[in-house]
T-cell receptor, first 111, second 116 residues
Framework: RKEVEQDPGPFNVPEGATVAFNCTYS??????FFWYRQDCRKEPKLLMS???SGNEDGRFTAQLNRASQYISLLIRDSKLSDSATYLC????????????FGKGTMLLVSP | GAVVSQHPSRVICKSGTSVKIECRSL??????MFWYRQFPKQSLMLMAT?????????EQGVEKDKFLINHASLTLSTLTVTSAHPEDSSFYIC????????????FGPGTRLTVT
C-alpha cells in the first residue's frame, strides 16, 4: 500500500463549482498533515495545514479523520487560478521532520 | 520571510560530468534542509535529509556516493550529482526547515537537470 494515496484526476470543473479531493495515508503514527499546491514545473507551495478539528481558510476547507486515516480538501467557488495539482502531505518517513508526498490530484477549472 | 533559493534553475550537462546545485535559505537559519527529486507525473521523493555540520541521512535506494550533500552553514546546502547519467534527469527541489520549527518546510524553486 502506498504511503499517501490520492486520485490523480484530472478533475475538470467549471468556474464557481465546488470540488473535493480525498487522500488516505498508511502511517498511523503521522502527526501532521498538509495540503500543498504545485503549479506545472514549479515547486510546491503550502496551501494549508490540516487539523483534527477541521479548518477553513477562505474558500478552502480541510478535514482530517484519524480513525480512517483520511484527509480531505474542499474548494468552494472555484476560480481559474485554482487550476493546479494539489498534494496531500503527511509527516513520516525516516525521521521526525520528514514529509511524505502524495502524487497529487490535478484540478482544471474552465471558464 | 522564509525564502529559499536554488541555483541553477536549469542545467543541461553531458553524461559523465558532475553538477552542483545550491540551496540557500535567504532570511532564516535552517538547521535542516531536505533534497527531493520529482520525475514527470510522479510525487516528490525525499532523497536525503541534511543537517548543518553533520553527514546527510540518505533514504533507502539513494546512492550517497553519487549524490553528495554538503551542509556547511545554516543557510547553505549543496547537492552534487556525480557522473551524471540520462536517468538522473529530473526536477530536484530542496526545502529548508526553520531552526526550532516542527514540521513546516519552505521549498526552493527547483532545479531542472537534463543529462544528455
Amino acid at each position: 500500500r502506498k504511503e499517501v494515496e490520492q486520485d490523480p484526476g484530472p478533475f475538470n470543473v467549471p468556474e464557481g463549482a465546488t470540488v473535493a479531493f480525498n487522500c488516505t495515508y498508511s502511517n498511523s503514527a503521522s502527526q501532521s498533515f498538509f495540503w500543498y499546491r504545485q503549479d506545472c514545473r514549479k515547486e510546491p507551495k503550502l496551501l494549508m495545514s490540516v487539523y483534527s478539528s477541521g479548518n477553513e481558510d477562505g474558500r478552502f476547507t480541510a478535514q482530517l479523520n484519524r480513525a480512517s486515516q483520511y484527509i480531505s480538501l474542499l474548494i468552494r467557488d472555484s476560480k481559474l487560478s485554482d487550476s493546479a495539482t494539489y498534494l496531500c502531505v503527511v509527516n513520516g518517513g525516516s525521521g521526525y521532520s520528514t514529509l511524505t508526498f502524495g502524487k497529487g490530484t490535478m484540478l482544471l477549472v474552465s471558464p | 520571510g522564509a525564502v529559499v533559493s536554488q541555483h541553477p534553475s536549469r542545467v543541461i550537462c553531458k553524461s559523465g560530468t558532475s553538477v552542483k546545485i545550491e540551496c540557500r535559505s535567504l532570511d532564516f537559519q535552517a538547521t535542516t534542509m531536505f533534497w527531493y527529486r520529482q520525475f514527470p507525473k510522479q510525487s516528490l521523493m525525499l532523497m536525503a535529509t541534511s543537517n548543518e555540520g553533520s553527514k546527510a541521512t540518505y533514504e533507502q535506494g539513494v546512492e550517497k556516493d553519487k549524490f553528495l550533500i554538503n551542509h556547511a552553514s545554516l543557510t547553505l546546502s549543496t547537492l552534487t550529482v556525480t557522473s551524471a547519467h540520462p536517468e538522473d534527469s529530473s526536477f530536484y527541489i530542496c526545502s529548508a526547515k526553520r531552526q526550532g520549527a516542527s514540521y513546516e518546510q519552505y521549498f526552493g524553486p527547483g532545479t531542472r537537470l537534463t543529462v544528455t
